[in-house]
């Protein structure tokens, strides 16, 4: 597989508003996913991370601005829709290597959300994730 970075970035957002469990076959069989403080390694843990994330928040992502990409570099500023209303601010990060993600940093704006999750995190409470 080997399609443009920026189509693979856009293939990632439309799995997740669709809350599709197969968007780990996006990255990298070591891929490696960082925000909050934490690190997930390899396509088997970061499906289990999706699918915490899926089940428990339901993010829904939303452009907040237009892709941006360089080479195998794609960033992209999101609003995330969560239930109840709220919504949290992110920058996502991706490398992008033989149409596969290899690695994706996200950063979230501060949030009375986030803040919590990242407070969360510090901790090492692992009930609570972006």
Do not use: C, K, W
């Given at each position: 597989?080997d399609?443009?970075?920026?189509?693979?970035v856009?293939?990632?957002?439309?799995?997740?508003?669709?809350?599709?469990?197969?968007?780990?076959?996006?990255?990298h069989?070591?891929?490696?996913?960082?925000?909050?403080?934490?690190r997930?390694?390899?396509?088997?843990?970061?499906?289990?991370?999706?699918?915490?994330?899926i089940?428990?928040?339901?993010?829904?992502?939303?452009?907040?601005?237009?892709?941006?990409?360089?080479?195998?570099?794609?960033?992209?500023?999101?609003?995330?829709?969560?239930?109840?209303?709220?919504?949290?601010?992110?920058?996502?990060?991706?490398?992008?290597?033989?149409?596969?993600?290899?690695?994706?940093?996200?950063?979230?704006a501060?949030?009375?959300?986030?803040?919590?999750?990242?407070?969360?995190?510090?901790?090492?409470?692992?009930?609570?994730?972006?």
């Open positions: 597989m399609r443009d970075p920026a189509a693979v856009a293939e990632y957002f439309s799995r997740m508003r669709a809350r599709d469990m197969a968007i780990e076959e996006l990255f069989e070591d891929a490696v996913l960082l925000g909050l403080g934490a997930t390694a390899g396509r088997a843990a970061i499906a289990q991370f999706y699918r915490d994330v089940d428990r928040a339901g993010p829904v992502p939303r452009a907040a601005g237009p892709v941006l990409a360089n080479g195998s570099r794609v960033a992209a500023e999101i609003h995330i829709d969560l239930p109840g209303g709220s919504t949290v601010h992110a920058i996502d990060l991706f490398e992008v290597d033989e149409g596969r993600i290899r690695s994706l940093t996200y950063f979230i501060s949030h009375a959300e986030a803040t919590q999750t990242q407070q969360a995190v510090a901790r090492g409470d692992s009930e609570t994730r972006p």
